[in-house]
């Protein structure tokens, strides 16, 4: 068991982070997830370290970074959910859309 589930749109981020970097380097691809599923069983023992963005969503929803991407997730939620895995550059009006998307 886990304590996580990812909502289906978050399967879809860390397929696309996968793919992106392993054109370049499979090795490092692998990496990059392995840390982010490090970083979830971290989050499920200690849901509250990351912040919250009231200006991206009035959602209690809370972000952690890993590398350059933001696991954004229910804290509150048992398991936690992670709603989305995001590249940290991404515009903030972008990433309040595709949270207004995943409900």
């Given at each position: ?9 978050a ?52 972000f ?16 936690l ?23």
């Amino acid at each position: 068991m886990t304590g996580f589930v990812l909502h289906p749109e978050a399967y879809n981020d860390l397929d696309e982070i996968w793919e992106y970097i392993a054109a370049d380097n499979l090795v490092a691809a692998d990496r990059v997830l392995d840390e982010i599923y490090q970083m979830l069983r971290s989050l499920v023992a200690f849901p509250q370290q990351g912040h919250s963005r009231p200006d991206l969503t009035a959602r209690p929803l809370r972000f952690q970074s890993v590398r350059d991407y933001v696991i954004v997730y229910a804290a509150d939620e048992k398991p936690l959910i992670v709603i989305a895995v995001l590249h940290g550059r991404r515009s903030p009006r972008v990433i309040a859309a595709i949270l207004r998307q995943r409900d």
